[in-house]
């Protein structure tokens, strides 16, 4: 398709739609530069011919997030949707969980929220789904991207339009249903300035938390950070602000809400993978069912901690993205998943599957709240095995050639391993590439490359059990390598060296 300009007489008339903006799991698209509104109505009636060629009943949950073009996007997609014959209910400003709570609530088959989630002001996006809990993986968007971009959806009669004005009551009333807290925290929530901040702050007042909020009012220019947790500017500002007020936990959460990052009571900010662990140990103690999904950029504690072992817990490593281990916690009825960028998914009794933010922030309190000593954050993290982990790095690298990028990466990493050659001078005893490429040192040391399923980009991770040192050698291996190549650039955020 023929990129059509803004300001022009065609960008009005005509259907233009980016191929870059279909990912993996979810579309996004810079606004209006690679999508306008006839095409948000293509894809509407893309989504809706998905619903109808499955045989669904066309009940479709809508919402927007807090940016300054969202409400007309969504208007477009609705469009789109009701010409395909869907029925949509539209929830307004949300998040993606409330959202993914509005399918079971009004017993509707089908989601449609536009949210460029964390992605920076410009962006904007829609995560899909079709049978609840789950969102679109790979086969549904490549359908997706099919009949969008070549017409080939159907008009069809029966499309409806109706306003739910008061989800927003019945979705908190059922995040805080198990009730407060006996014990009385004082929360730092940070929001930065997106729709979380609607929602998060009176969540955790209603379970009896004393909160301080902090970037809460609604601003979609993002004027002091970009809504994202694993972002270490934000991280920093909520570490600044819960040493300045002397509280037991911050929490920060991305724009759409369905992510979580935390710093303890002593400032420091804490890997969402670790917070996973103590997460799974309580979880462990508290449910009968012990089964757990992590990614792949997760830390190995959650195969080596001695607790988990001796609690029964089980957990299966899977591909990183929110739909990925949605899916997997689903097909194995895990107990919970959890992604190193904040995507937590509580099944039963917990949730219902879907990712949620608030419901991990409550999660964490309610296992202070059950912890036998009373201890503070910073000793239930002290008592996890130390590992040395960087947070999550995307140097850029351009959608087009990104994949290609990591399947040269990992040819050189195993044919390093085949012919007996080592990094930091230690054996490699494994390469997992069942999502990019995990590099694995005979030490324990590992690093983790893979693309951005969400941005142009690559992902890079390290850790290792053994040092600092240790881990910071394993980034300078991985850097070497990709800085090889002319399309990888410069680096979102980088470990000091």
Same mark, same amino acid.
């Given at each position: 398709m023929d990129k059509i300009l803004p300001n022009t007489e065609a960008f009005e008339r005509e259907i233009w739609i980016s191929e870059s903006g279909f990912r993996e799991y979810d579309a996004r698209w810079l606004y209006p530069e690679q999508i306008n509104l006839r095409g948000l109505q293509a894809l509407g009636m893309a989504i809706g011919h998905i619903i109808h060629e499955r045989g669904l009943r066309p009940d479709v949950v809508v919402g927007h997030d807090y940016r300054s073009y969202s409400a007309s996007?969504?208007?477009?997609?609705?469009?789109? *949707?009701?010409?395909? $014959? %869907?029925? =949509?209910?539209?929830?307004?400003?949300? !998040?993606?969980?409330?959202?993914?709570?509005?399918?079971?609530?009004?017993?509707?088959?089908?989601v449609a929220m536009v949210t460029a989630s964390h992605n920076e002001n410009g962006w904007t996006g829609v995560k899909m789904g079709v049978e609840r809990p789950l969102t679109f993986g790979p086969d549904e968007m490549s359908r997706l991207k099919d009949l969008a971009l070549s017409g080939g959806y159907e008009t069809r009669e029966g499309g409806s339009y109706t306003y739910i004005p008061d989800i927003r009551t019945s979705y908190?009333?059922?995040?805080?249903?198990?009730?407060p807290l006996r014990r009385k925290l004082r929360v730092v929530t940070a929001c930065g300035?997106?729709?979380?901040?609607?929602?998060?702050?009176?969540? *955790?007042?209603?379970? $009896? %938390?004393? =909160?301080?909020?902090?970037?809460?009012? !609604?601003?979609?220019?993002?004027?002091?950070?970009?809504?994202?947790?694993?972002?270490?500017e934000m991280l920093h500002a909520l570490r600044d602000k819960v040493v300045e007020c002397g509280a037991d936990i911050g929490f920060a959460f991305d724009g759409d809400g369905d992510r979580c990052g935390v710093v303890d009571n002593t400032g420091r900010e804490i890997f969402a993978d670790k917070v996973g662990v103590m997460v799974a140990r309580y979880a462990a103690k508290t449910y009968d069912r012990k089964q757990f999904v992590v990614d792949v950029k997760s830390t190995g504690l959650y195969k080596t901690d001695p607790v988990l072992k001796e609690l029964g817990a089980e957990t299966d490593y899977w591909k990183t993205g929110h739909s990925y281990i949605k899916r997997r916690v689903n097909a194995l009825n895990a107990l919970i998943g959890f992604e190193k960028?904040?995507?937590?998914?509580?099944?039963?009794?917990?949730?219902?599957?879907?990712?949620?933010?608030?419901?991990?922030?409550?999660?964490?309190?309610?296992?202070?709240?059950?912890?036998?000593?009373?201890?503070?954050?910073?000793?239930?993290?002290?008592?996890?095995?130390?590992?040395?982990?960087?947070?999550?790095?995307?140097?850029?690298?351009?959608?087009?050639?990104?994949?290609?990028?990591?399947?040269?990466?990992?040819i050189r990493v195993v044919e390093k391993k085949e012919k007996g050659e080592t990094l930091l001078g230690r054996k490699i005893v494994d390469v997992i590439t069942v999502n990019g490429a995990r590099v694995v040192l005979e030490d324990g040391t590992w690093g983790l490359v893979r693309a951005s399923s969400n941005k142009p980009g690559l992902v890079v991770v390290v850790e290792s059990p053994v040092s600092e040192d240790s881990m910071k050698g394993m980034f300078r291996e991985i850097d070497g390598i990709l800085s090889s190549y002319p399309d990888v650039g410069e680096y979102d955020q980088k470990i000091e060296l």
């Open positions: 996007v969504k208007q477009a997609v609705i469009i789109g *949707l009701m010409n395909a $014959g %869907c029925r =949509v209910h539209d929830i307004g400003l949300a !998040l993606s969980p409330v959202a993914y709570y509005t399918q079971f609530a009004l017993d509707c088959p089908a908190m009333d059922d995040l805080t249903k198990d009730g300035n997106g729709t979380a901040g609607v929602y998060a702050p009176d969540a *955790l007042e209603k379970i $009896g %938390c004393e =909160v301080i909020r902090m970037d809460c009012d !609604l601003d979609h220019s993002f004027p002091n950070y970009n809504p994202n947790p694993e972002d270490l960028s904040g995507h937590y998914f509580f099944n039963a009794p917990i949730g219902r599957g879907y990712d949620d933010g608030i419901l991990s922030a409550i999660t964490v309190c309610r296992m202070m709240d059950a912890d036998e000593g009373g201890r503070t954050l910073a000793e239930i993290y002290d008592d996890l095995p130390i590992t040395y982990g960087s947070p999550t790095m995307s140097p850029y690298c351009p959608d087009e050639v990104k994949y290609e990028i990591v399947d040269q990466f990992t």
